[in-house]
């Protein structure tokens, strides 16, 4: 069962940044925080992850709060082609955890 | 790099026919995992291999669900008889599985839509 929360949908105005939150409240030391995204008729894909430290890629921005029990993914100028479903995914990286466990995701829709 | 690629990208077939669904991983990845999508229960891990081994397959719904891996470089799910509710798309990823996992991203492919009337 997926360790986080997300909220189920989110609008967001095209050219505008995108905050996507996620709750991971019981979250270990040694996990991990990965953010996949499935465009419609796609396979997911990966965005980003992080342990602890804020982390930012040509695709978003991660912020994870100090005690770690949340983050929040930023788009910083949406696109309408970043319409999606946005996972967070909490897991150890490891060889034994290997596993990525999805939940329901927050569907974002960027509007012109 | 072509990525992961599957075939076929639709299926469609008949109650108790055999199904057999293809994967071709990113050359060079160690880990090859086969996930399911309905809309009901959403993106479900089936099966995962680690050096063409099966590591963990409790996902696998039945015995009617099997997966082989027999090189590097291939891997099938089969379902044997398929049935209605079988119907879903069906994802292959890959992942190098560095030690320590820090560069372990999962590739996923684009998937196999199955229908099975």
């Known amino acids: 069962d997926a360790k986080t929360t997300q909220p189920p949908s989110m609008d967001c105005a095209e050219g505008r940044a995108a905050n996507l939150p996620c709750n991971h409240s019981t979250i270990s030391g040694n996990e991990y925080v990965y953010w996949y995204r499935q465009i419609h008729s796609q396979g997911p894909q990966y965005i980003i992850h992080?342990?602890?430290n804020n982390e930012t890629n040509e695709m978003a921005s991660l912020i994870i709060t100090e005690d770690r029990k949340s983050s929040t993914l930023i788009l910083p100028h949406a696109t309408l082609r970043d319409t999606a479903v946005y996972y967070c995914?909490?897991?150890?990286?490891?060889?034994?955890?290997?596993?990525?466990?999805f939940g329901g995701g927050t569907r974002l829709m960027v509007k012109p | 790099d072509a990525g992961v690629i599957q075939s076929p990208r639709h299926e469609v077939t008949e109650m108790g026919q055999e199904v057999t669904l293809r994967c071709k991983p990113i050359?060079?990845?160690?880990?090859l995992f086969w996930y399911r999508q309905t809309m009901m229960r959403g993106l479900e891990l089936l099966i995962y291999f680690n050096n063409n081994v099966p590591i963990d397959d409790s996902g696998m719904p039945e015995d009617r669900f099997s997966a082989k891996m027999p090189n590097a470089s291939f891997s099938t799910l089969k379902i044997q008889p398929s049935e209605p509710r079988d119907s879903a798309v069906y994802f292959c990823a890959s992942s190098s599985g560095l030690a320590g996992g820090l560069t372990d991203t999962q590739y996923f492919g684009p998937g196999t839509r199955l229908t099975v009337l």
């Open positions: 050359s060079g990845h160690d880990y």
């Open positions: 992080g342990l602890k």
């Open positions: 995914i909490v897991r150890e990286n490891n060889n034994a955890g290997n596993m990525l466990t």
